[in-house]
């Protein structure tokens, strides 16, 4: 089983200066707990899309190998 949630980073440019943005950090479900499975950083500074995309990734049972092709995906 996979988990996907949104993680908050407090990142930094030389065009935008220092921001916050919202990336996805996936987890598989292993005997000992849940455990790394991946993670798509920087995806928007809206926390409510992540959030929202997160789920629906957890929901439908995304393969986290998909994540990033899932997000590009869903970028206006």
């Not at 707990?33 to 409510?48: E, H, R």
């Not at 997160?54 to 869903?74: I, K, N």
């Amino acid at each position: 089983m996979f988990r996907f949630r949104p993680v908050k980073q407090f990142l930094s440019s030389p065009e935008l200066g220092d921001y916050c943005s919202y990336g996805i950090h996936a987890f598989v479900s292993t005997p000992a707990g849940y455990s790394d499975a991946g993670l798509v950083s920087d995806i928007s500074c809206d926390l409510q899309f992540v959030s929202l995309l997160a789920d629906r990734c957890t929901r439908l049972q995304l393969d986290p190998m998909q994540l990033m092709d899932v997000v590009l995906d869903s970028l206006p």
